[in-house]
């Protein structure tokens, strides 16, 4: 495998990834005929059109529909089903296939796949909650069977990390079956093959004898969404389970009092940042004081040891060793005094009453949390009433814009870079964005189209300058992510960026 030439923004934005996140993905020693993950949430968008989450969502879409790079390990980014993506200009970059390659259905992989992937995610009739991922592409050429040229709407130095994000979809299969039949039984050329989605269930996939990549060591993969933190490690006891992702800290002993099974403790790239919706002009969120009011209200280092136990730590932003960090900024101090000061300069000297939307059991303590955030707002007189959503009746809300005026989210960065967090949650034409908001999004334009590493690193610590100064999110806590694992899948290691991979490629480098 050719080496991806990269700009030297990619090259240092990988360099900043490889020290953030743990080791690489141990495979397994010998066949296994089956492994039982559980996670808190079900799958929302398990097709390259609707995916969007990491976990389970993008972990397990991994398994069945590859993509043209892929984070090998941690902070490794390599060409994947892409033998090499070349960077032409500014604005050009060559992606060269692997030959070969097929998806499950027997369809080749080609050049021309590569533009419909892009097409079927910028389609605004599929609606696809990605399509952000993919603003950045004018369009895409054919240059033969096998290579494709993607020329961008301005410079954009970060591609091959983006097209980690973008899944390969078959043309011929989904003009067969239509988008819908695509997207109830997926196809990829992936290791494993979709079998069964019983919401609320189980997901089942089932290892690809024809897989380009080599043959799988573990069979069939089965994943069952157990909302409850305790039913959760409870099956993981008992042997119904052999992974189970965000156990809580207080249920980590339990784990690891048992001699069948383990847990392992690694910090996370992610951290929860509290949304201030600015979408209805309506709310009281609109009013940047109020927002600096909450900011300082917040005690992040109680948060952490109350609720995650000590597990994660104070944020400063939503990734500590994320490319372009200011080294001068720290964790917004609890500042109860000079929150009541800003409170009564938004015009609220009495207090007011908000609603947070929080997710319920998707992220560790996610719920419990919200709570903690709406009591410490309270001592400074701010009324706040929790609402817990099911994970995709939380996700409509936020991309539809129709959340309440505060929505509690987890940002996770696996690239090391803030390219996905700009665009999809700063800027206000982003998915997840509540923000409103034009000379921030003036300034994220800037940062996506600079190619100098020392000058873009420069912009994005204006952009945290910015954030300091209007406050339109506050980030809380980083977060430590605790899995547990059975004597069988001992040899599966988590990886800082979330990412719960089973499947193995063998194919020469």
């Known amino acids: 495998m050719k080496h991806m030439r990269l700009s030297p923004l990619t090259r240092a934005a990988v360099l900043a990834g490889a020290i953030c996140f743990g080791a690489p993905q141990i495979v397994a020693a010998q066949e296994i005929e089956q492994v039982v993950i559980a996670g808190g949430t079900d799958v929302v968008g398990l097709n390259g059109i609707d995916v969007v989450v990491l976990l389970p969502d993008r972990s397990l879409l991994d398994h069945v ?141 089932e290892a690809n004898p024809d897989y380009w990549g080599g043959k799988q060591k573990v069979k069939r993969i089965v994943y069952r969404p157990i909302k409850e933190d305790s039913a959760r490690v409870a099956a993981l006891l008992t042997g119904e389970v ?122 560790v303590k996610d719920l419990e949390l919200a709570e903690g955030v709406a009591g410490q707002l309270a001592k400074i007189g701010i009324k706040v009433k929790v609402e817990p959503f099911e994970w995709g009746v939380f996700l409509k809300r936020v991309f539809s814009h129709t959340t309440n005026q505060l929505v509690l989210v987890a940002w996770g960065d696996a690239i090391g870079d803030p390219a996905a967090h700009n665009s999809l949650l700063m800027d206000s034409r982003g998915t997840w964005s509540q923000n409103r908001m034009p000379e921030m999004d003036k300034l994220l334009d800037q940062i996506a189209s600079e190619m100098d590493p020392g000058k873009r690193a420069q912009l994005i610590r204006q952009e945290q300058e910015m954030i300091r100064a209007k406050f339109p999110a506050a980030y809380l806590v980083q977060m430590g992510d605790i899995y547990g694992r059975s004597k069988k899948a001992e040899w599966w290691q988590p990886r800082g960026d979330e990412k719960v991979w089973l499947f193995q490629s063998t194919a020469p480098n």
């Open 65 to 205: 529909s590859d993509t043209l790079t892929r984070w090998e390990s941690p902070g490794k980014l390599v060409p994947f089903v892409a033998k090499s993506v070349t960077n032409i200009d500014p604005r050009t970059w060559e992606v060269e296939l692997r030959q070969g390659v097929k998806f499950h259905n027997g369809e080749p992989l080609d050049a021309e796949a590569i533009k419909f992937s892009f097409q079927m995610v910028m389609d605004p009739a599929n609606k696809s909650p990605s399509a952000p991922n993919t603003n950045y592409v004018e369009r895409v050429e054919v240059i033969d069977t096998y290579k494709a040229r993607i020329v961008t709407k301005t410079p954009n130095p970060i591609v091959p990390n983006l097209l980690a994000n973008l899944h390969m979809m078959p043309r011929k299969y989904i003009s067969e079956v239509g988008v819908d039949g695509y997207r109830k039984k997926p196809i990829g050329t992936g290791a494993y093959k979709f079998v069964e989605h019983i919401r609320d269930v189980r997901l089942v996939l």
């Open 242 to 363: 052999d992974i189970a992702l965000r156990i809580p800290p207080e249920l980590a002993p339990s784990v690891n009092q048992s001699r069948n099974v383990s847990s392992v403790t690694i910090p996370s790239a992610r951290s929860f940042v509290l949304l201030f919706s600015q979408v209805n002009p309506a709310f009281a969120t609109n009013n940047e004081k109020l927002r600096e009011a909450i900011s300082y209200a917040i005690d992040r280092d109680t948060l952490n040891k109350s609720i995650l136990v000590n597990t994660g730590a104070p944020a400063v932003w939503f990734n500590p060793l994320t490319f372009g960090i200011h080294p001068d900024l720290k964790p917004i101090a609890y500042d109860p005094e000079r929150a009541k000061k800003a409170l009564a300069e938004a015009g609220f000297p009495n207090g007011l009453e908000l609603t947070l939307d929080s997710p319920n059991g998707q992220y």
